[in-house]
């Protein structure tokens, strides 16, 4: 089968990632408090400032995590990937903290790389990867 290439994209960066939250407080509250991201954008928008825009990420990342309101569904449901160079003391930090719903253990299944996962309190999942070798 051979195909015909299209214009090519015009997008080069993953720069927002959405997860869907019952309460932005809580969320955010979570998300600096226990993961230690940081605040990227709190924005209030609509015609009465009715909505909120609120981005978080952790320090340095060029990615953005948008938590915002269920608009068609309920909220949870979504995952993310982070990447750390040590996941043994990350999960270690994490399982220091407690409060927060995290597998017991790293795990390296054959041809991915050492992982774990937490939920937020809206079921919604993050992956904690081992970040790939730097050249």
């Known amino acids: ?3 015909t290439p299209g214009t090519p994209t015009t997008v080069s ?9 019952a309460d932005q407080d809580a969320a955010l509250a979570f998300y600096t408090e226990k993961l230690g991201f940081e ?3 709190d924005t209030r928008f609509g015609e009465h ?4 825009w609120l981005e978080v990420a952790p320090p ?3 990615t953005r995590l948008a938590l915002n309101p269920p608009m068609f569904d309920e909220p949870g449901g979504s995952s993310i990937g982070v990447e750390t160079e040590d996941v043994m003391a990350e999960h270690a930090r994490l ?3 407690g409060g927060i719903d995290l597998d017991p253990a790293p795990e390296r299944t054959p041809g991915a790389p050492l992982m774990f996962m937490l939920r937020d ?9 081992e970040a790939p070798p730097t050249a």
């Open 1 to 3: 089968m051979t195909t």
């Open 13 to 21: 960066n993953i720069g927002v990632a959405m997860f869907t939250v």
């Open 39 to 41: 605040v990227r954008g």
């Open 49 to 52: 400032g009715e909505m909120r």
């Open 60 to 62: 340095g990342s060029r």
């Open 95 to 97: 399982s220091a903290l």
């Open 121 to 129: 309190p809206d079921g919604n999942h993050v992956v904690v990867v």
